[in-house]
């Protein structure tokens, strides 16, 4: 079964920094991008950023919201994909999901197919 | 890059047909044909209804049909059914490596 899981998610105070991790299973995880998606509680979804593979020299992207604040790397040896947030405010409060285009990276899918159930992060003092 | 318009809410009863618009700008939904559509119901994990534009993926009930002309893409769900309430959201390619999504419209199966 194709299967993403985040964790790392929980109560940090502004000015902190949290690291989200996303799990990978059933399927090549070194072959494909891996995009990350949050939603504040009764805001809608935003897309957050993604992560390329070592094809694509691992090439971030990231929303303006959160540039220069998260950073994502990937371990493929572990099928993992993290999230580095710090300068967190309380506007980045959410439920962080991480997802995948169904094909592999530089295939031209701009979709996602697969979504974890996300992890709660909260920015409160 | 500022989120796709969506109506925040839209309604029909079972058997009714309704249809979602999501308005971006020729940056995003006007130039590219990368739109896509989820169906996220609280507590789950969003599912893709519509890729680009107008495609449906396996195992989609063809009930969902997906629409685009100029700036404005759009979901038709036809044959309502109660399991159909939930909340959807429009998402596109921006050009540049940065994607865009709507607010998210809530249906309510009257």
């Known amino acids: 079964e194709v299967q993403l899981v985040e964790s790392g998610g929980g109560l940090v105070q502004p000015g902190g920094s949290l690291k989200l991790s996303c799990a990978a299973s059933g399927f090549t995880f070194s072959g494909s991008a891996i995009h990350w998606v949050r939603q504040a509680s009764g805001k809608g979804l935003e897309w957050v950023g993604r992560i390329r593979t070592k094809t694509y020299t691992y090439a971030t992207a990231y929303a303006a919201s959160v540039k220069g604040r998260f950073t994502f790397s990937r371990d493929d040896s572990k099928n993992t994909a993290y999230l580095q947030m710090n300068s967190l405010t309380t506007e980045d409060t959410a439920v962080y999901y991480c997802?995948?285009?169904?094909?592999?990276?530089?295939?031209?899918?701009?979709?996602?197919?697969?979504w974890g159930q996300g992890t709660l992060v909260t920015v409160s003092s | 890059q500022s989120a796709l318009t969506q109506p925040a809410s839209v309604s029909g009863s079972p058997g009714q047909s309704i249809t979602i618009s999501c308005i971006g700008t020729s940056s995003d939904v006007g130039t590219y044909n990368f739109v896509s559509w989820y169906q996220h119901h609280p507590g789950e994990a969003p599912k893709l209804m519509i890729y680009d534009a107008i495609k449906r993926p396996s195992g989609v009930s063809n009930r969902f049909s997906g629409s685009r002309s100029g700036n404005t893409a759009s979901l038709t769900i036809s044959g309502l059914q109660a399991e159909d309430e939930a909340d959807y959201y429009c998402c596109s390619y921006a050009g540049s490596n940065i994607w865009v999504f709507g607010g998210g419209t809530k249906l309510t199966v009257l």
């Open positions: 997802t995948k285009p169904p094909l592999t990276d530089g295939s031209g899918s701009y979709q996602f197919d697969v």
